[in-house]
């Protein structure tokens, strides 16, 4: 059973910043992709951002240029630097793992909540 527990959202003013955090538990965290989603309200789930195992990074469009997303091995975390932040940036942000163990099963956190104001 793999664990998600994502921290760090809040309400932030727009071009400002925030960084989220990942803490994964319950599987071998360096073999496994991590990403990051977000929904907005009346949305469906975008992808936001993807490091591999191996440190390769894609980035949805409308994020490049302004997130970062990194991985700490030791301590079995992922983060998502978000800077220049807009309106549209707001929603519920999720972690998502592919167990590579289990034929790449998606695990999902709870979701954090990042609310944009103008």
């Known amino acids: 059973q793999v664990q998600l527990v994502e921290s760090g959202g809040g309400l932030v003013q727009t071009g400002g910043s925030l960084t989220l955090s990942c803490a994964a538990s319950g599987s071998t965290f360096s073999r496994n992709p991590m990403a990051w989603y977000r929904q907005a309200p009346g949305k469906q789930r975008e992808f936001v951002a993807r490091?591999?195992?191996?440190?390769?990074?894609n980035y949805a469009d409308s994020v490049r240029g302004r997130f970062t997303i990194s991985r700490d091995n030791a301590k079995n975390t992922v983060y998502l630097q978000m800077n220049s932040l807009k309106p549209e940036d707001t929603a519920v942000y999720y972690c998502n793992t592919q167990e590579v163990s289990a034929g790449w099963k998606h695990w999902w956190g709870q979701g954090t909540q990042v609310t944009v104001s103008s």
């Open positions: 490091i591999g195992s191996g440190g390769i990074i």
